[in-house]
Structures are given as structure tokens and as C-alpha cells.
């Protein structure tokens, strides 16, 4: 079989990283399969010369007009099927179509884009559940939420995320990044992910009369919210959080495991891998108690606290929890539940089932 896998979001976070590891694993584990791969060169070029593998180089980006009436699909059309790691299914191709919805937020989450923008989502996400042969997506809740939105019959095929290779090849340091103690924070600052509930805690907590820091990994320059309230707390906490700017996947790392705990106060996700990266590097996770994290992390060593109380929140940091104690342990039952080995053996077994 011969398989095209649009893989333009390969050096993104999130969905980048996804792809990025499927594309990977199927390349060369899966060999008794053709890949026509579809990216930049830069997203892509490590594959050229691999005996299974075409390389279909475009610039077109996702969700432009070209991608829609001018994408190069005639190499496309000639494989058997056609694999989107999200809903930006390109015009014109005529072969049975695969792809993955992350989660729904933008229609759960009032607030987060103006009318015309949900609209014009909304449209994006119809067209490909409708254009799909069969959907995968990354919880259950994920999946009833599409149900919900989209009132489609269609196959949902939840394979739930796994850990990327690159921090099972991870090597610790031996040397502290930080000389003071400090929470960890791994995400957008985006209105639904409750980092103002995580800044008024870490206040609280020096209200106590502590000295505990919050460390935000992103560039402080180039944080995309119009939420004023987060600025302004921002601002107003000085030196007690810290933004790392951009960082190579070693440094994350370290900051992540050498952290008191990683941090997750949202209060909407499709799936939250950030604490699931902090407990196989060995550290402590604290998550707000929603519905899909306790589907991911229930069986998992992590402290859950009620979405957007900041007391209770405030409490587990005074606490400081170790609960991620025997370690190999927890990266036993991750690797088991959570690897794009896994991820990958689904969605090709799902493939080859229906083609």
C-alpha cells in the first residue's frame, strides 16, 4: 500500500510533535508500506533516499486558499490513501482520506475566537469529517465532544498520545539550571489554560511566607493573548516567574525534571501530555480535575485539584508532593499505555483494516 501523509506541521509544537514521531515509526518499522511524504524540506528532507519513501516538497501552508484549489495532489491521487495529522484536508484529492481531531476546544470554550473565526472553523472541521473515511482522535472525551458537535455517524478510533522518542533518549544532568526552588509550567498562555489560577497560587504561597518561583517555559516577547487579566498578573509578579525563552528539547528537560512539580491548571485539554512528560522524567505532576485528564492520568502518581481553586491549588504547592516515587515503575506503565509505537500499530492496523 502506498500512503501519503501530509507532513507540514512537522517542526510545530503539539500536533508537529505528533506527526513528526508517526511519520517516524512508520518509515522504519513499517516497511512493507510506500510513504509519499508531503512537507518543506526542512520538514522532510532527512527521508530523501530511503528506498520506501517519496518526498513531495511544497511551501503551501496550511489553511491558505492554495491549499485548497492548488495543492500538488497528483502524486497524491496516485498512492492509495491519504493521511492528515489534522482537519486542513487539501482540495481535490480523490483517494479515501484518514485524519486525526486533536480535541474541539474552539466550540467548547466560548471566548477564544471571534463569530467569523468559530465559523469559519467550524466549516474546516465539518469538511473533514465528512471528507474522512474514518477518524482518529486522542481520548474519549475527545470523541464524544466531536460526536456531540458534529452529529456523524462515523468511525472514532481513540488511540490516545504517546511519549516522544526524543525523551526516551534523554540524559539527565547533574547540574542544576536553577539555584532556587520552582514550579514548572509547559504550555500556551491561552485563557482556557488557567495560568492565571497557577500566578494567584504562587502569590498566595509567598503571601505564606515562602520563596517559590514559577517557571514558564516560551519567550515572554512572543506570548500570543488578548487576555489583559494574565498580562497584568504577569507584570505584577516580578521576579517570581521566570520565562525561559526558546529551548532546545535537552534544556526542557532539565528545567522539567529538576522542577518541585509541573504544573497544569487548565481547565480545558483534549488529552495534557506536559504532566505525563514530567513523570517519565522523573518528577511530580499537579493537574486540575477534569473529566479527560482523569482518563489519562488516573492510574498515573499525580495530584488533582479542583479547576480554578487557587487555595487548593496553593495548598498542594506549600505541600510540595513527592508522590512519583519509584520511577522506573511509572515509565513502565507510561511506555505500556502512552507510545507512538503504540499510536502507530492503531492507526496502520485501522488502515490496513478498511483499504
Same mark, same amino acid.
Given at each position: 500500500?502506498? /500512503? ?59 489553511? %491558505? ?61 465539518? @469538511? ?16 464524544? @465532544? ?39 509550567? +509547559? ?27 514559577? +517557571? &514558564? ?10 487576555? @489583559?487579566?494574565?498580562?497584568?498578573? *504577569? ?14 528539547? #535537552?534544556? *526542557? ?25 514530567? *513523570? ?17 492520568? %488516573?492510574? &498515573?502518581?499525580? +495530584? ?26 511509572? @515509565?513502565?506503565?507510561?511506555? %505500556?499505555?502512552?507510545?507512538? #509505537? ?8 485501522? /488502515?490496513?483494516?478498511?483499504?
Amino acid at each position: 500500500m502506498k /500512503i501519503a501523509i501530509d507532513a507540514r506541521l512537522i517542526g510545530n509544537s503539539g500536533i508537529g510533535t505528533h506527526i513528526e514521531n508517526i511519520v517516524s515509526i512508520l518509515v522504519y518499522k513499517y516497511t512493507r508500506h510506500h510513504y509519499l511524504l508531503i512537507g518543506s524540506e526542512k520538514q522532510i528532507g532527512l527521508y530523501r533516499g530511503i528506498p520506501n519513501v517519496d518526498l513531495l516538497i511544497t511551501n503551501i501552508p496550511q489553511f %491558505s486558499l492554495k491549499e485548497l484549489w492548488a495543492f500538488p495532489v497528483k502524486e497524491i491521487n496516485r498512492c492509495d490513501i491519504f493521511y492528515c495529522p489534522y482537519i486542513n484536508i487539501p482540495g481535490r484529492i480523490k483517494v479515501p482520506v484518514y485524519s486525526t481531531i486533536h480535541d474541539v476546544l474552539f466550540f467548547d470554550v466560548k471566548g477564544l475566537s471571534s463569530r467569523w473565526g468559530t465559523l469559519l472553523r467550524w466549516a474546516f472541521y465539518k @469538511r473533514a469529517v465528512c471528507l474522512s473515511k474514518a477518524l482518529f482522535t486522542v481520548s474519549e472525551f475527545s470523541a464524544t @465532544r466531536i460526536k456531540k458537535h458534529f452529529h456523524t455517524n462515523k468511525d472514532i478510533h481513540v488511540i490516545l498520545n504517546g511519549i516522544s522518542e526524543q525523551i526516551k533518549e534523554y540524559n539527565p544532568i547533574k547540574e542544576r539550571v536553577y539555584d532556587f526552588p520552582y514550579y514548572v509550567y +509547559v504550555g500556551n498562555i491561552k485563557k482556557h489554560k488557567g495560568i492565571d489560577v497557577l500566578i494567584k497560587a504562587i502569590n498566595e504561597v509567598n503571601k505564606r511566607g515562602f520563596d517559590i518561583k514559577l +517557571v &514558564l517555559i516560551g519567550d515572554y516577547e512572543r506570548i500570543k493573548t488578548k487576555d @489583559r487579566h494574565v498580562m497584568d498578573l *504577569l507584570k505584577s509578579a516580578g521576579d517570581k516567574i521566570l520565562f525561559t525563552g526558546f529551548l532546545s528539547n #535537552d534544556k *526542557l528537560y532539565d528545567i522539567v525534571s529538576q522542577a518541585l512539580a509541573l504544573v497544569l491548571p487548565t481547565h480545558y485539554e483534549g488529552f495534557g501530555i506536559p504532566p505525563l512528560e514530567s *513523570l517519565y522524567l522523573g518528577g511530580n505532576a499537579i493537574i486540575t480535575d477534569l473529566p479527560v485528564l482523569r482518563e489519562v492520568y %488516573s492510574e &498515573l502518581p499525580v +495530584v488533582f485539584f479542583k479547576d480554578g481553586d487557587i487555595k487548593a491549588l496553593a495548598d498542594w504547592l506549600v505541600l510540595s508532593p513527592q508522590l512519583n516515587t519509584d520511577i522506573m515503575q511509572t @515509565r513502565q506503565y507510561i511506555e %505500556s499505555h502512552y507510545s507512538f #509505537d503504540i499510536v502507530v500499530e492503531k492507526i496502520i492496523r485501522v /488502515i490496513e483494516n478498511r483499504y
